[in-house]
């Protein structure tokens, strides 16, 4: 589609998990995604995550959220979800004690966006254009609509791998899980086709020609960090209206 336009990381590394840690003024990745839920979502696209993304840009911490995967031109947000970047903010890594801020978008019929960084900071408007929407203290700017999605994946070549296990799995014990314990030569040459088309050549993503709606925070690492430098964020979608959302979320 001529005009696409991707989503990408400002400064920093590009992270998407279902708990992304990044200390802020440095970054750690991660990558899983959820682009294949259940009908029960999938029925619902503009509450389905596809994928969260945090990264550092400058002193700003940058929060995106794509929702509805393989969104058609004209896809909306729905005015009947919250869409909300849970974080939680600590001075040390995993059992020490947290504080939690939670930034929330909702949109209503016309588009129209309003954003709550927990109770320091609150925009509404259109950020529907390039340049977003920016609150007047000039700590949070916001961008939602249609994006490329920015996930890449190998499908294809996930698909042959799978072919290549199940074809493999009598050859080998298996352990208690019902996993087959592959030697590492084998272990190697799977590993290898995951990253190459079935025919060996070079890897196609599966979501290049693809779009998602794209809800992009860029919110002033002051007002995350209330408990210290390591801020953990993860994403949910969460129903206000006749609507099955992707609760718990990325």
């Known amino acids: 589609m001529r005009g696409r336009v991707r989503l990408r990381p400002g400064v920093g590394t590009l992270a998407a998990a279902a708990v992304v840690a990044t200390i802020v003024g440095y970054a750690a990745s991660a990558a899983p995604a959820d682009h294949q839920d259940g009908p029960a979502t999938t029925s619902q696209p503009p509450a389905d995550i596809a994928d969260v993304y945090t990264w550092m840009d400058g002193s700003n911490v940058v929060l995106a959220m794509t929702v509805y995967p393989d969104a058609p031109a004209g896809a909306q947000f729905s005015p ?15 059992g020490a004690t947290s504080h939690p801020l939670d930034v929330i978008a909702t949109f209503d019929a016309a588009q129209d966006i309003s954003v709550w960084v927990g109770t ?19 700590k949070v700017k916001v961008f939602a609509g249609l994006r490329a999605d920015p996930f890449f994946f190998n499908l ?27 030697d ?45 430098p390591l801020v953990s964020v993860w994403g949910g979608t969460y129903a206000t209206g006749p609507v099955v959302a992707d609760a718990g979320g990325q």
Do not use: R, W
């Open 80 to 94: 009947n979800v919250q869409y909300v970047f849970h974080t939680a903010s600590a001075a040390s890594g995993p």
């Open 156 to 182: 294809e070549g996930f698909h042959q791998t799978v072919l290549d296990i199940e074809a493999l799995a009598g050859s080998f014990a298996h352990d208690d899980a019902g996993c087959p314990m592959l």
């Open 120 to 138: 320091a900071e609150y925009l509404t408007g259109n950020a529907s254009q390039t340049a977003g929407l920016t609150s007047p203290s000039g």
């Open 184 to 228: 590492a030569g084998v272990a190697g040459a799977l590993l290898h086709q995951l990253g190459t088309a079935p025919d060996g050549g070079a890897p196609v993503d599966h979501y290049a020609t693809l779009d998602a709606l794209a809800l992009v925070v860029s919110v002033d690492k002051s007002l995350l960090t209330a408990g210290g």
